[in-house]
Structures are given as C-alpha cells and as structure tokens.
C-alpha cells in the first residue's frame, strides 16, 4: 500500500544509506521493500513509535535488512526468485521432514554429511537440525541457551563443515531447517555479561529489577514453564545484585523486545541463518516474546506483531526462506501464529500441530478416537498458504494440551482424564506397558508431562523385554499407525529420529549430573549404528518399521491429495474406535482418498456405503494405497484389523 508517511520517511533512509550500501545492485531488495514498507513501517510504529529514537531505529532496522540482502549468496538470491514465482512450493506433498541432533544421530557435522544417504534411503527431504549454536558446557538446555547466535559449538564441527553439509543437502534437494532461539540468551551470552558488569545499554537488553516489586507482580499471573528444576519466572543475579526474567531455566534470560535494538539484533541472526543457507527457520518459544503484568506472559498481541514483523523484514531480504512458529498452546492460541487478519499468512508459514499430536496419544492411550475427532472437529480452518508441521512426538516432553471444552464434550472429566493419561503412560494405570516418564510436575496444578520415546511410550520396550510377539507386532503396527496419520493429515510430517529403528528410552542420562534431573533427555538418543543396520534384516523389528515408513513415505509423495490446500474432511462414522478422514486433491476433486485408522485391539467395520453419499466414495472396487491390496470386507463392511490404517482410493 502506498501511504504519504511511511514513504517518505522510506524516501528519506534510502537517500541517507551508506555509499557502500547505494553502490551495490539492490534492485530485487527495492521492489520488495517498496511492497513491504508501509506494513514493517506500521508494525514498527505500533510497537515503538512513541520512543525518541524511533526514526534512528528504522534506519538501523532498513540498514540491517540492506546489508543482509547484499551478503545474501546469488545461488539463494536465484532460489528466492524461483520460490517467489512457485509460492504454495511448501505445500506439496513431496516434503517429508526429520528432526534430530546432529551429535544423536552422528557424531558430529562431519559425521553427519557421511549419512546423508539415509534420509535419501527413507525419503526424508527436510531435515531440522537440533539447535548447534555456542551454548555454555553445562547449562544448554539441548541447545537452546544460546551463548553465541553465529558460532556454531566446537562439539559439532565449524561453520565450514555445516556449509559442506548445506551444499549436500541441496544438491540432493533436501531442505534445512536450523533454530533460532528467539526468547532468551543464555546468561553466558556477550549481551548478558555486559549486563552483568553493570553497562546499561545491556541491561535493557533483558527484564533486570533492583527489587522484588515488578517481579512479584509478574508472578502473581506467570505459571510456571519449569516448576521442579526452575521454579518461578526471576532469578537473582549475584554480581549485578538484581533480579532477571528467566522464564525457563534460570541460565535463561528473557530478551526484552519492547527495546527496538533486541528486535534487530535478532532480525539480523534471522538473516544471518537464512544467509547460510537454512530453507526454513525454527522459531522457538514464540509464544513468550512479549511480557505484560496481570498476565500469563504469553500469546499476547505484541508477540504476534513482532513475528508479522520479522516475516516482513525476512521477505525484503530472503523471500524464500520459511518460518515455523514452535509455539506449544493452546489449539485456538496456536492457529494465530499463521497470522490472523490476512487471507495469506503474515506470520509463520508452519506451525508445530501440538494439537494433533497430543490427540494422538489420548487416542493410543483410549484406544479410541473420541477426543481426537473431537479435537480436530474444533480446530478452526487455516489460511491459506500456511500448513503444519505434523509430529508424533520430538525433542520435548508431551504435554497434556487439549481444550477442557473439547474433553468435557467427549464425556470425560478434564482433570481425571488428564490425570488416567499420565498414569498410563508413565505406566502407573493397570492395563498399561507404557515406560514413559513424568516431566516438569507442578505441585500447585497437579499438571504433568511425559516424556520417553515412540518406541516405549507406545509399549515395544516392554513387549521385547517379555519376548511377547504378539505385542511387539501391535506395537510395530501403532508406530505405522501413528505415522499413516501425520502422513496424510495435511501439512509436512515431521519424524523423529531413532522412531524409524524403534529405538527406546536411553537412561544414560542419569549418569549425567548436567541433564539428570530432565528426563527429556530419555528420548534424545544417541543411534546405534549396528541396530539401524538391522533396517536390512528381514524379519527384524527395525525392518518392519523401517521399510513400512520407508513405503509410506514414497506412497505419500504420489498422492496429490496428500499436498495441503485445506482439502481434508472429518467423517463421523459413529464408531468412537476409528478416526476416518477423507483428502481431496485440489485440481481434481473427484480423486479423493478416504484415510481410516482403528485405535482398538479389536477389528473394526465400517460401512463405505453410510458415508458415500457425503463424499462420493463408493465401495465397490476400493485399494489400499499403502499396501497396494484391497482390504477385506464383511456382509459389505470394511473390516478394519486391529491398530490398522488404510489410505484407500477407489479408482
Ligand atoms: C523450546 C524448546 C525446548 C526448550 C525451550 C526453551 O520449547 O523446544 O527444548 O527447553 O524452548 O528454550
């Protein structure tokens, strides 16, 4: 839009650019500012206007984007080029995502480049590498308190060697996805040191008190992220004799964005990353960027500006570069990361689906799939051009994230029900195999959240532990299962590494008095080699699962009614033990794939004919395209075997 103000103001930080910055080819960065300015212009007044410095402050922030656009390689100058012209790129159903450490999965960035023939092997073609940036020896939170945004920690190789694997990776068309700790520094970081020694410019840096005054009022409404390792949201500071916002760990300190200078330091890491050549940024934790006292300090509107804002400025200089917003809420708070007011999003093109995901394990857990349909009934439509990120699990525990409207719809009671997950999956509850582990109990709201891996959670450990086959093969069939929902949900799946392999809890981490007391750490493994190359064992669990995703995954990239256009319709089949949805491929609506999944351990039937009519779906010659075969049926019933999906297409 064009607008007097914003414009010349615009007119006036062009004319004043340095020498060095005039002189370059910026003619791609003009057309994209021009289109951009007056909305960077009114997010940044929003937020800012009444300081001062404002005006120096826009300078910085046009500077900053300038100066990045110039450093930016011509290869991904090309490539934003290319994805600007072909831009619902993302939502094809050709990506297939793995998220894992670097130093779990190999050794290290070196080791890494020497496995990229896995992923090509499994059909993964976008892969999130764990946080790698400097973090103190003991207190890094898996990476995530940051010492240093543009040094990548020793412990995984150098910049070079993560270059070499960028390379790789691209020429391979697989894309990366790299974090960027947007929340809090560590309090090792420069900024934070500074801080400390007593230089105000740093202070303000970060939410630092002479007193308990304002602290006190936060906490009155702040809960707490970590209430048995970090209880409450300030830490005293011994040498500068003040307290901190540290709403994580106490090593953790909040950055303060309603300074304008914290917003483009990390606009510029943001495009430092996109400059070496990450295809998708992780945003962690945006869901705390703002603090307001009098209330909980997250989901606030200022946060959301602040993401519309760095989505702006990352489209002036590196158009192609994508954003997930990891903002684990609420699922009527999580859907607001894509942007609210627009019809495209403006925020964050990928959200984590926390919501899916912790629907999921109420229905492994139910063997039913009340909830989860429920669940999903609710969830209000995304915009267009903006898709999930599809999880089973990842790095982080599972927290129990339902809506308690949606739990009291399905008949259960909000608390109790919580409360019966919990002791399944930490294997308290009766009938369960679960080896999970409880994380982050908070004594004041009787809340926790699980953590363990894929593998345990879902009760294979236990089964290999008693040798029972017929539970190793139930297991191995709910892995699938859970795998043939994110795959065909709509959206990118995102793996976890070592669940392909069902690899199970690690308890090494007790040995470790820097990560003992958080059982995340349970599921963050390190592979074993020797059991991944059982992948080629026939016979093998880790065949089983392997070759079953491995086929899945191919399966998928051919189906065009997999790809995201908000193309997916809840059936209700009155049958609470099977979540049925149907795809419907967006140029071609009449090629429809019907996705049937029974959470039970009993066969199921479903009649094709009581739901034809609502999405011409007949069953007289009906396939399974997962296993190529046509599924048995019964009196004209579908039978669903026990823990068994079918993406079934009757063409
Ligand atoms: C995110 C990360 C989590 C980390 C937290 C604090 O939620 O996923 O692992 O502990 O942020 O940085």
Not at 6 to 16: A, G, K, Q, R, V
Not at 112 to 135: A, I, K, T
Not at 280 to 294: H, Q
Not at 392 to 419: K, M, S, T
Request: proline fraction near 4%; include cysteine; hydrophobic fraction near 40%.
């Amino acid at each position: 839009m064009y607008e007097q103000v914003s414009h010349s103001l615009l007119n006036e930080i062009l004319t004043d650019l340095k020498p060095n910055i005039l002189a370059q080819d910026l003619s791609h960065f003009y057309t994209r500012l021009g289109a951009n300015f007056y909305s960077i212009y009114s997010l940044f007044n929003t937020l800012y206007g009444k300081r001062d410095d404002f005006k120096q402050q826009m300078h910085k922030l046009v500077e900053t984007m300038a100066r990045q656009y110039i450093q930016r390689p011509p290869h991904l100058k090309q490539s934003d080029v290319e994805r600007e012209n072909d831009h619902n790129w993302f939502l094809s159903q050709e990506w297939v995502g793995m998220a894992l450490y670097a130093d779990g999965f190999a050794e290290d960035l070196p080791d890494l480049l020497q496995r990229v023939h896995y992923f090509l092997e499994l059909g993964v073609n976008m892969v999130h590498l764990m946080p790698m940036m400097l973090c103190p020896a003991g207190a890094r939170d898996g990476g995530y308190a940051v010492s240093d945004f543009r040094h990548i920690d020793p412990r995984f190789g150098t910049l070079e060697d993560l270059q070499k694997l960028t390379a790789a990776f691209h020429k391979h068309d697989i894309l990366l996805t790299l974090d960027v700790v947007l929340n809090h520094t560590s309090d090792e970081h420069e900024w934070a040191q500074r801080a400390r020694e007593g230089d105000s410019k740093y202070q303000d840096y970060y939410y630092i008190f002479a007193n308990r005054e304002v602290p006190d009022m936060f906490e009155v409404t702040m809960p707490e992220v970590f209430p048995e390792t970090s209880s409450g949201n300030f830490t005293w500071d011994e040498s500068m004799g003040k307290w901190v916002m540290t709403v994580f760990n106490d090593f953790q300190w909040d950055l303060n964005y309603s300074n304008p200078a914290v917003l483009i330091e990390m606009v510029d890491v943001i495009l430092y990353w996109a400059n070496k050549g990450a295809d998708i940024l992780r945003l962690d934790a945006v869901a705390f960027l703002w603090k307001k006292i009098g209330s909980i300090c997250q989901n606030e509107r200022e946060a959301h500006l602040l993401l519309q804002l760095m989505k702006d400025c990352c489209q002036v200089t590196a158009p192609g570069v994508l954003f997930i917003a990891e903002a684990i809420v609420a699922p009527v708070e999580i859907i607001k990361y894509f942007g609210e007011d627009a019809i495209n999003a403006k925020e964050c093109e990928i959200a984590y689906n926390a919501s899916l995901m912790a629907l999921l394990w109420d229905a492994v857990a139910t063997k039913n799939a009340k909830l989860l349909a429920q669940g999903i009934k609710s969830l209000p439509d995304k915009l267009e051009r903006a898709t999930w990120l599809n999880y089973v699990r990842c790095h982080d525990d599972i927290g129990l994230g339902f809506d308690d409207n949606d739990i009291r719809a399905v008949d259960y009671e909000p608390y109790a029900h919580r409360q019966f997950l919990i002791d399944y999956y930490t294997g308290i509850y009766n009938d369960s195999t679960s080896l999970g582990l409880p994380f982050g109990h908070n004594d004041k709201t009787g809340d926790t959240r699980i953590s363990g891996s894929l593998a345990s959670l879902i009760g294979l450990e236990a089964a290999l532990h008693f040798g029972d086959q017929s539970e190793i093969d139930d297991a191995i069939k709910m892995i699938l299962l859970l795998h043939g929902i994110i795959l065909s949900f709509g959206g990118i799946p995102l793996l976890y590494y070592g669940d392909e392999i069902g690899t199970l809890n690690d308890n090494s981490y007790l040995q470790d008095p820097a990560k003992a007391n958080d059982s995340r750490w349970a599921h963050r493994p390190r592979i074993n080699w020797e059991k991944a190359a059982l992948r080629n064992t026939p016979g093998t669990v880790e065949n089983k699962l392997f070759s079953g995703l491995k086929k899945m995954i191919a399966v998928r990239k051919e189906i065009a009614a997999f790809a995201d256009f908000n193309n997916r319709v809840l059936l209700d089949v009155g049958n609470p033990h099977l979540f049925v949805f149907a795809r419907f491929e967006q140029n071609f609506p009449t090629n429809r794939v019907l996705v049937v999944a029974n959470f039970d351990s009993a066969p199921q039937h479903l009649n094709l004919e009581d739901i034809a009519h609502k999405i011409h779906f007949h069953g007289d010659v009906i396939r399974d395209l997962y296993s190529g075969e046509t599924p048995a049926m019964f009196n004209d019933e579908l039978v669903v075997p026990p823990y068994q999906f079918y993406w079934l297409t009757n063409k």
